[in-house]
């Protein structure tokens, strides 16, 4: 332990020193003799004890929690030797606050007493944070020297991002073969009336629909849609993050994305992830439990690395994009490079919608007229480039201060009802 001079410790020097001085300069012995007491508690206190060490661990309920809720935590201190005055000082990072407790606290301990702090925890964002190490400061029986050292006490906790409960999510268009929440356009067996047909030696006796049967003087078959799941990728812009009053369009599309997983994995279907931006991150199609987790956890690495190099769909591996998947962009669409992507995955047949996570509250028009029109202008070429992916069959929906997740994919669904009867 590296010992620290305390205030007290400090006087009584200056006091010792200013006796003596004194005594020489004015040749008065009876100034030493006064300053005699000071020198023996000096003495005392620069008497160095055995340096206590003490053991400090943090331990969390669990690693796991989600932003806003309350984490609970424990300092436990043992120590060998009495203590009289423990002082410990957890560093805690600026978006972790000790709810109840103190990050900073004074205790005294028995020689050979094991003690548990608890504390509170409360994480303002969602994120991975560090907490620790602790500093500690043992006092001595003098209160004149103490010992400090920083312990390296550390512990993680992972921060999911509070999410909007969606009831309805933008389905896709092309299913797969395994069982899932999705009604297939393919007839096989299933729930869904698909259409009548004459029997055929083989059909199921199960399958006849005996009321159908009975008007026509035929046994007839009742054919159905079976129940699917579908491939969803959630392709996440990482190239921009537009900042302004307190809110943050990167935060914004992290809340949705982690949304939409959960709501899409519920559905039994297979969902995947693609960070796209300055770091390509990527997690393949997977479901279950473990897939949701290690989507979250995937997410809550997502930042904007700045980069100047030109990115295109061709760096990410064909294994994370399997056909038929549907793509679920969710981005502020203010870098050109990612709007591009976003082409080229329709272009190759990809089933691609777009969730706008809305720049514009984040962006001042300005006091000036220059300013002001150069904000509408601003306006007018984002509703141009919302016409131009409409154009190529990329449904957007806008998501933001004023427009819920839920409002959003319900503007991505209505285009979608309208676009295939536009077709037909």
Wanted: aromatic fraction near 4%; charged fraction near 30%; include cysteine.
């Amino acid at each position: 332990m590296r010992l620290a001079r305390g205030q007290r410790l400090e006087s009584f020097a200056v006091l010792v020193a200013a006796g003596l001085v004194g005594a020489l300069a004015l040749r008065r012995p009876e100034l030493a003799l006064l300053a005699s007491p000071f020198a023996l508690l000096l003495a005392l206190g620069l008497a160095r004890p055995g340096a206590p060490r003490p053991q400090v661990a943090l331990e969390l309920a669990t690693e796991r929690t989600v932003e806003g809720e309350l984490l609970a935590a424990e300092l436990r201190v043992r120590t060998a030797s009495a203590l009289e005055r423990l002082e410990l000082a957890l560093r805690l990072p600026p978006d972790v606050a000790a709810v109840e407790g103190s990050a900073l606290v004074a205790v005294r301990l028995a020689a050979g007493e094991d003690r548990a702090l608890p504390l509170t925890l409360r994480c303002t964002r969602w994120g991975v944070h560090e907490l620790g190490p602790v500093r500690v400061r043992a006092w001595g029986r003098t209160r004149l020297l103490a010992g400090e050292v920083t312990l390296p006490a550390t512990a993680l906790v992972k921060a999911h991002p509070r999410t909007e409960t969606l009831r309805r999510i933008v389905p896709a268009r092309e299913t797969q073969l395994f069982a899932g929440s999705e009604v297939a356009r393919a007839k096989a067996e299933g729930i869904e009336y698909a259409d009548l047909r004459a029997y055929v030696p083989g059909d199921r006796v199960r399958s006849i629909s005996w009321r159908a049967s009975a008007r026509r003087g035929e046994l007839v078959v009742a054919e159905r849609h079976p129940e699917r799941n579908t491939d969803v990728v959630l392709f996440v812009d990482g190239f921009a993050d537009v900042r302004g009053d307190g809110r943050s369009t990167l935060e914004d599309a992290v809340r949705a994305t982690a949304a939409l997983a959960d709501r899409y994995l519920a559905r039994r279907d297979r969902v995947g992830l693609v960070g796209f931006g300055g770091v390509l991150r990527w997690l393949q199609p997977g479901t279950g439990e473990l897939q949701r987790l290690r989507l979250v956890e995937t997410v809550l690495e997502t930042g904007v690395e700045p980069t100047y190099t030109w990115r295109d769909v061709n760096v990410i591996p064909g294994r994370v994009l399997p056909p038929s998947a549907l793509v679920v962009a969710v981005s502020p669409l203010v870098d050109e490079r990612f709007v591009r992507a976003l082409a080229d995955l329709r272009a190759r047949r990809f089933d691609v919608v777009a969730i706008e996570v809305d720049p514009t509250r984040a962006v001042h028009p300005g006091t000036d007229a220059t300013s002001r029109l150069a904000y509408r202008l601003w306006l007018l070429e984002r509703e141009a480039l919302r016409l131009r992916l409409a154009r190529l069959g990329i449904a957007v929906g806008r998501f933001g201060d004023e427009a819920s997740l839920e409002s959003a994919l319900e503007g991505v669904r209505t285009y979608r009802r309208r676009a295939r009867l536009a077709r037909a």
